[in-house]
């Protein structure tokens, strides 16, 4: 079966921490992608980033970076620096041939960053 | 560019009212999905369709049924409301999957990112 798991409801944090949103994930596919959602107040989801599972680099955008990490199932997101604009729901997801290719959501991490 | 947009974006309606809403897409996508999103839940596939006049159950489908006649349109209609689907209701389409290599147990499948509309807010009183 397909999971994500993001077990962080919520966090808070103050203007310019940096903050680590986790996400671990269940496949018996050796073969998947990995996702990560920014949904903010206004309520749409915007897409971050696509990760597949042959692909263990981690990523750095800017102020987000990702560490995907096979060994432990886990597909993690920081924001460094956070900015007010960075609160919201984060969710992950994973889609592989065992989901027939459809989108697994986390149940979503809300980031509130005060000033 | 519109992109994915739905309408309407807001909607009341009384238990038992047969309600449709809509999904419309400029990319020519071939595939599109309908989720659901609830405090708790995350978001929870209803119906999905790999292209014009295919669809398939997600994970939620009862209680709603969806078509596609056109690639770019991809309606759901809540035949009976109840106040169960009182939520927030993401329509969202992708390009189709490029699967690269062909065939065997190497082969590499491609799954391109979901982009997804603006949501309509329904409540079922």
């Known amino acids: 079966a397909q999971k994500v798991t993001q077990a962080q409801t919520e966090i808070s944090v103050v203007e310019k921490e940096d903050v680590t949103l986790d996400c671990v994930y269940e496949?018996?596919?050796?073969?998947?992608?990995l996702f990560w959602y920014k949904q903010p107040p206004s309520g749409e989801l915007v897409f971050l980033i696509r990760?597949?599972?042959?692909?263990?680099q981690n990523e750095i955008s800017g102020r987000y970076s990702w560490n995907f990490q096979k060994s432990t199932s886990s597909f993690n997101f920081t924001i460094t620096a956070s900015q007010v604009v960075d609160s919201a729901v984060y969710f992950c997801?994973?889609?592989?041939?065992?989901?027939?290719?459809?989108?697994?959501f986390g149940s979503g991490t809300r980031l509130l960053v005060r000033p | 560019d519109a992109g994915i947009t739905q309408s309407p974006r807001y909607k009341i309606t009384e238990t038992g009212r047969q309600v449709t809403l809509m999904c419309h897409q400029t990319w020519s996508h071939s595939y599109m999905f309908w989720y659901r999103q609830d405090l708790g839940h995350g978001l929870r596939l209803i119906y999905y369709?790999?292209?014009?006049?295919?669809?398939d159950k997600g994970e939620v489908p009862d209680g709603y049924v969806v078509s596609r006649s056109k690639t770019e349109n991809f309606p759901l209609t809540l035949e009976s409301a109840t106040r169960s689907q009182t939520s927030v209701y993401f329509c969202?389409?992708?390009?189709?999957?490029?699967?690269?290599?062909?065939?065997?147990?190497?082969?590499?499948?491609?799954?391109?990112?979901?982009?997804f509309g603006p949501g309509t807010r329904l409540t079922v009183l």
């Open positions: 496949t018996r596919d050796t073969t998947y992608y």
């Open positions: 369709s790999a292209a014009a006049d295919i669809t």
């Open positions: 969202a389409s992708s390009v189709p999957r490029d699967r690269g290599r062909s065939g065997g147990p190497g082969a590499l499948f491609s799954y391109n990112e979901q982009f």
């Open positions: 997801a994973l889609t592989s041939r065992g989901s027939s290719y459809k989108l697994i």
């Open positions: 990760r597949n599972s042959f692909d263990e």
